[in-house]
């Protein structure tokens, strides 16, 4: 899977017309902050000194490893942070296997990368971006798929967004929902914006009708509304599904798959 994931990558930037030799970079470790229990953001700036490479809010990078036993794995990870710093932030939830292995690169770097130690890390890339500004705004992820949706809402505060915006997330519960103070903060910064947050274990007094899996419901989806969509495959799925009964165009539904969901997305 390693060396699939690697070919798609290459050809997804050759597409891009980005040269091979420009596609990697070392970047340096430069602070670390534990989120949750099981996600870590690290803020990483180019070993070089030279300007990070532009992006734009949604879109990720990849991140080439090498383990313990000299293989060299490949992750992608959204830009967590808007763009207007020096410095690139990503996070990083460890993947825990249940029954099976946990995540490799996810394990390697919360076991082993801390303040000071190089990364070998991509360009950013990725079609998950913020258009359509004038048009009624739904961001929706779950998991750590909240993580270009903060890029995006921080975005958006930077650069005094008026329009209408809602804000869906849906988490294992309070504790596990990583950045959960910046989502709330964000979407306040907003003069019409709306969140609202699932738990499947929620905490006392979270309302019956926000416990379990996300149910857009009685939640107001307005004409030509454009979603973005990102979290785990079956989410995206459920969302775009119970938005397009709501009367969203399936043209104005926004996604991305990358990574080994890209096997599970054609099945």
């Not at 430069?30 to 989120?35: F, G, K, L, N, S």
């Not at 794995?73 to 959204?78: A, D, L, N, P, V």
Request: with cysteine; glycine share 8%; hydrophobic share 40%.
């Amino acid at each position: 899977m390693a060396n699939a994931l690697i070919a798609i990558e290459e050809r997804l930037y050759a597409q891009q017309g980005v040269l091979a030799g420009d596609v990697w970079h070392e970047w340096e470790v430069d602070a670390r902050v534990e989120e949750t229990e099981d996600v870590a953001t690290f803020l990483l700036r180019p070993a070089d000194d030279t300007p990070a490479p532009d992006f734009r809010p949604g879109q990720y990078v990849s991140v080439q490893v090498e383990l313990a036993d000299g293989a060299r794995q490949i992750r992608q990870y959204s830009l967590s942070r808007a763009p207007g710093s020096r410095l690139r932030s990503i996070t990083v939830k460890r993947v825990r296997g249940q029954g099976s292995p946990d995540g490799e690169v996810s394990r390697h770097l919360h076991e082993h990368i801390r303040v000071g130690d190089l990364l070998r890390v991509s360009v950013p890339y990725g079609d998950l971006v913020l258009d359509h500004l004038d048009a009624p705004l739904l961001l929706a992820s779950a998991g750590i798929g909240c993580t270009p949706v903060l890029a995006m809402l921080e975005h958006l505060a930077q650069e005094g967004h008026q329009g209408p915006v809602t804000v869906v997330h849906g988490d294992r519960s309070p504790a596990d929902h990583a950045l959960r103070t910046d989502h709330v903060r964000l979407a306040e910064k907003l003069p019409d914006a709306e969140a609202h947050f699932w738990y499947e274990v929620p905490e006392a007094g979270q309302p019956a009708n926000r416990t379990g899996l996300v149910d857009l419901d009685g939640i107001t989806v307005r004409p030509g509304t454009h979603a973005y969509l990102c979290g785990p495959l079956p989410f995206m799925r459920a969302v775009r599904a119970q938005l397009l009964e709501a009367g969203v165009r399936p043209a104005d539904v926004h996604y991305e798959v990358f990574g080994p969901d890209l096997w599970l997305a054609s099945s």
